[in-house]
């Protein structure tokens, strides 16, 4: 869940200090002769191709006692066409939401200085222009701790991705060795797979936070995103001419360790 109220104090002080010299670093790839892999272990570090990018979002160094013990790497291998997550943090402070590294299209909110432009020319995308939105792939997560591996989109009152513009909030959560910190307000079946709905209005009344947690142990291969965003809509916590910002996916990390991947990636919108 991104906290809207929070993270912008993350663009101030030490922290942004933190985020303009690691940003850049990263990993050089191994010499296989193939394909480079493209990775970072760089907490705020970038990597993008294509319409699509990976950002190891993390925020919650400062409240460890060792920040040097929290581990998050990102990689993308093009050889394979996938993506993979791990993370290993401390089990202190562990209330606090401590990062969502994750791999995105569009123009995403609390994106980095110098790759704050858009990934994808479509988006923010505006919600009445949206016919189908797709995403396709082969998703594969392990963990213990605290953390989940969800879908993240957030929607805005006009083209433009500046966090004080967010007026709702949906997640799409795959896996969780957790519950979900909202109110459950139902479920629902969607593309043949079922949902428990969540929601809270408490945490920002100007951002009501809607989530999706899928039930049972089998992963969809595609996922009607289309139809989740509906559904907010239907039941007033989307506005209907609000700009889908990005499609974001990752591992919200309160603490412990984990491994994800996706393979074969693919977002379609209007069937292209």
């Known amino acids: 869940m991104t906290d809207y109220r929070v993270k912008p104090a993350l663009a101030s002080g030490a922290i942004f200090l933190i985020l303009l010299t690691t940003v850049s670093c990263v990993t050089p790839p191994p010499d296989t002769g193939k394909a480079d892999i493209l990775a970072t272990s760089a907490f705020y570090g970038f990597l993008s191709w294509g319409n699509k990018a990976l950002f190891n979002n993390c925020w919650g160094m400062g409240l460890l006692k060792d920040a040097g013990l929290a581990k998050s790497t990102v990689s993308y291998d093009p050889a394979t066409s996938t993506c993979d997550w791990s993370w290993s943090w401390p089990r202190e402070a562990v209330s606090e939401l401590k990062g969502y590294p994750t791999l995105f299209v569009g ?22 222009l ?91 291969r595609r996922l009607p995103i289309h139809e989740f965003i509906r559904t907010g809509i239907l039941k007033g916590y989307v506005p209907a001419d609000a700009y889908l910002a990005a499609v974001e996916l990752g591992p919200e990390i309160w603490w412990g360790r984990g491994e994800a991947s996706v393979r074969d990636y693919a977002l379609s919108l209007n069937g292209h």
């Not at 200085?113 to 479509?122: C, I, K, M, V, W």
């Not at 949206?130 to 879908?151: I, K, N």
């Open 107 to 128: 123009d995403k909110v609390y994106a980095p200085p110098g790759h704050d432009a858009s990934t994808d020319p479509r988006f923010p995308l505006h919600l009445p």
């Open 130 to 220: 949206m016919q189908s939105l797709w995403v396709t792939g082969d998703f594969r997560v392990t963990g213990s701790g605290g953390f989940d591996f969800a879908f993240d989109m957030a929607f805005l009152e006009g083209p433009s991705s500046w966090p004080s513009a967010a007026r709702a909030e949906i997640m799409i959560w795959l896996d969780a060795s957790m519950e979900c910190p909202a109110n459950k307000e139902g479920d629902i079946t969607i593309d043949g797979f079922a949902y428990d709905i969540f929601v809270n209005t408490d945490w920002n009344p100007v951002v009501p936070y809607l989530a999706f947690v899928l039930k049972g142990d089998a992963f969809p």
